[in-house]
Nanobody, 118 residues
Framework: QVQLVESGGGLVQAGGSLRLSCAVS????????IDWYRQFPGKERELVAE???????QYAEPVKGRFFISRDNARSTAYLQMNSLKPEDTAVYYC????????????WGQGTQVTVSS
């Protein structure tokens, strides 16, 4: 059974930092692309950052230069380092693993709330 467990969310003041973690089990992590999404109330999930199996990274424009995605294959864990947080970053953040074999199945974590106070 594939499981993604996010942690590291919480309440932080504007300008502060948080690091989200996504621990993946039940699947070969090295063969997974990892994405971080966020969802604002009443909105669709939006892609924040992604890292492929080779370590290449991409970021959405609103977070470029502030958020940094990484992965530790030995720990089967992905991270999202979030710096210079703004109130508009307040959202539920989700980890998504895309298994790059066969049908590219996608797996989601339960989400973690990030709240940035002004």
């Amino acid at each position: 059974q594939v499981q993604l467990v996010e942690s590291g969310g919480g309440l932080v003041q504007a300008g502060g930092s948080l690091r989200l973690s996504c621990a993946v089990s039940g699947i070969n992590f090295r063969l997974c692309g990892i994405d971080w999404y966020r969802q604002f109330p009443g909105k669709e999930r939006e892609l924040v950052a992604e890292i492929n199996t080779g370590g290449e990274k991409q970021y959405a424009e609103p977070v470029k230069g502030r958020f940094f995605i990484s992965r530790d294959n030995a720990r089967s864990t992905a991270y999202l380092q979030m710096n210079s947080l703004k109130p508009e970053d307040t959202a539920v953040y989700y980890c998504n693993a895309v298994y790059r074999v066969g049908e590219n199945n996608k797996y989601w974590g339960q989400g973690t709330q990030v709240t940035v106070s002004s």
